[in-house]
């Protein structure tokens, strides 16, 4: 079982930067890939990254397009989202993902999730 807390969101100014973090409980966190989606109001959720349990390999929504960053820190249990040259139409709720195994975008394949939290990003 892994419980995940998001934090770190907010109201930013177009072209600012946020950093989201993800704690998670657990004694197993090092084996889960863990992944960021987003969900804007009457949008479906969307991918925006994740990475495998060692950090090895991540991958990125196409919107991305180089200004997230996707970490984690195993020794403490958290994952970041290093967001950079955010875009109002960056806002969303953020949440976190777990699962076992392989890295996918597909979220219904995550196990566990966090309860969100709300980016906004003014123009």
């Known amino acids: 079982q892994v419980h995940l807390v998001e934090s770190g969101g907010g109201l930013v100014q177009a072209g600012g930067s946020l950093r989201l973090s993800c704690a998670a409980s657990?004694?197993?966190?090092?084996?889960?890939?863990m992944g960021w989606f987003r969900q804007a109001p009457g949008k479906e959720r969307e991918f925006v990254a994740a990475?495998?349990?060692?950090?090895?390999?991540?991958r990125y929504g196409d919107f991305v397009k180089g200004r997230f960053t996707i970490s984690r820190d195993n020794a403490a249990n958290t994952v970041y989202l290093q967001m950079n040259s955010l875009k109002p139409e960056d806002t969303a709720v953020y949440y976190c993902?777990?699962?076992?195994?392989?890295?996918?975008?597909?979220?219904?394949?995550?196990?566990?999730w966090g309860q969100g939290t709300q980016v906004t990003v003014s123009s």
């Open positions: 993902a777990a699962k076992r195994a392989y890295v996918t975008v597909r979220g219904n394949e995550y196990d566990y």
């Open positions: 657990g004694r197993t966190f090092s084996s889960y890939a």
């Open positions: 990475v495998t349990w060692s950090g090895g390999v991540t």
